[in-house]
């Protein structure tokens, strides 16, 4: 089992930055792949960045590309999700999740572990 613990959110101004951080437990390892997903009032849950525990290797939606940057501190067993140059479409819950294979997925069903989510809202 794995338990992933969401926080950072908040509410911002349009251009504006936060930092989202998962701190996970439980039986984690290096070849998990962390996510970061969110999902808007009235939408589905849609994939955001994900990153090899172990670091190395990441993977970022169109949309977001260039503006977030996921990280590791495997120290800590925390994951981050910077959010840099906030826009109001950015708002949403974002959720954190684990998926217990190497390979990155973009799909919700594709990972095992989710966190309870944190709310982000960015006002324009």
């Known amino acids: 089992q794995v338990q992933l613990v969401e926080s950072g959110g908040g509410l911002v101004r349009a251009g504006g930055s936060l930092r989202l951080s998962c701190a996970a437990s439980?039986?984690?390892?290096?070849?998990?792949?962390m996510g970061w997903f969110r999902q808007a009032p009235g939408k589905e849950r849609e994939f955001v960045a994900a990153?090899?525990?172990?670091?190395?290797?990441?993977y970022y939606a169109a949309s977001v590309k260039g503006r977030f940057t996921i990280s590791r501190d495997i120290t800590k067993d925390t994951i981050y999700l910077q959010m840099n140059s906030l826009k109001s479409e950015d708002t949403a819950v974002y959720y954190c999740?684990?998926?217990?294979?190497?390979?990155?997925?973009?799909?919700?069903?594709?990972?095992?572990?989710w966190g309870q989510g944190t709310q982000v809202t960015v006002s324009s």
């Open positions: 999740a684990a998926r217990g294979h190497p390979l990155i997925k973009t799909t919700p069903a594709d990972y095992d572990y």
């Open positions: 990153t090899k525990y172990d670091g190395g290797v990441t």
């Open positions: 439980g039986r984690i390892f290096s070849s998990h792949v």
